[in-house]
């Protein structure tokens, strides 16, 4: 086989195996949309089963690291304050019934989060990443955090997530992203990685408001696509997981350092 194309079906394979507990997430939240024979139990509630299962089943036969494990934690529990917190002011709603919930909010819809988290933490492993020009942590981290607290203080404050936005691209001009996907080490720019997640993740979000998992008020009579504008919001969300991964996989004084292989 030609090597360009073995390395690709290769790099195909990993991010597959990268993606497996959001892969099964979705592939019920579509199944369970088209056919669903379970009266006795509420879809949202069978998903949250599923997801938690999946989970379980992963961290046994160690296809998933302790470390990861606590990055899913992390991000199921700040997830699901901001769901609530969303759906109380009327950003989305979920609109089928359901007994494990929490202020109207499936407690399901948490592991969509992790299942970013999910993502990251598993490709960080698989490709071995490093970094070139990585902006300083503890900075990077304030800029997160920034972003986190204005998806809730948009709702009454001037929305700042365009300047958000200019700062994180301005912090990550430089840096690349080493990966190694059998064994030449190759190289991204950081922000064109963050941004096609993003995009992935915004289709991901319109097959689920297909589903009917969750719908925006525009979505209320008819489905409509997602906004664009959503592809931003994904963008600084994934910021955060980001760097809560870069805490957990390595050292702040390391990371904050030119460290090419």
Known sequence: MNPFLKEFFVFLYKQAYACLFAGILLFFIIGTHWYYPFSHIARYDFLFFIALFTQIILFIFRLETPAEAKVILLFHISGTVMEIFKVHFGA????????????QVPLFSGFMYSAV????????????????????????????????INF??????????????????????????????EKIPRKVPLLW???????????????????????????YESWKMVSYQKIVSWFLLMILSFVMVCWINISPKTISQKCEP
Do not use: M
């Not at 809730?152 to 990966?179: C, Q």
């Not at 990685?193 to 979505?219: D, K, M, R, V």
């Open 117 to 148: 988290g999910s993502y990251i933490a598993r490709v960080w492993r698989i490709f071995q990443f490093s970094f070139s020009f990585f902006p300083n942590l503890y900075l990077l981290s304030a800029v997160a955090g920034c972003t986190y």
């Open 152 to 181: 809730f203080s948009h709702h009454f404050l001037p929305d700042i997530r365009i300047f958000l936005l200019i700062i994180i691209i301005f912090l990550f001009r430089k840096s690349w992203i080493f990966f190694t996907i």
């Open 193 to 219: 990685g963050a941004f096609l997640l993003a995009f992935c993740i915004w289709i991901a979000e319109n097959i689920s408001t297909f589903s009917h998992i969750w719908l925006y008020p525009y979505q």
């Open 92 to 103: 989305w709603i979920y609109p089928e019934e359901g007994i494990l919930k929490i202020f």
